[in-house]
């Protein structure tokens, strides 16, 4: 999935495209920086994507207690 955010007129505004239209948030984002560069009050454009189907395990972040993971310094 991938969404669209930008800024407009002090609004937050958003977009969403399914996981398979890559090249139609890209054109909107390509839009919206041409409106932007026309001077119109467009900021703050970026492109966000999210893979429902990752391969990576959820909560990576926390490794379990029996990690036994060390830095190796030179």
Not at 17 to 35: G, H, M, P, Q, Y
Not at 58 to 70: I, S, V
Request: with cysteine.
């Amino acid at each position: 999935m991938f969404v669209v955010y930008w800024l407009a007129d002090v609004h937050a505004h958003y977009q969403r495209f399914d996981a398979n239209a890559l090249s139609d948030a890209l054109r909107s984002v390509e839009s919206l920086r041409k409106r932007q560069a026309d001077s119109e009050d467009v900021g703050f454009v970026t492109l966000c994507s999210e893979n429902p189907q990752s391969v990576g395990k959820p909560d990576a972040a926390d490794p379990p207690a029996d990690c036994d993971w060390k830095k190796r310094r030179r």
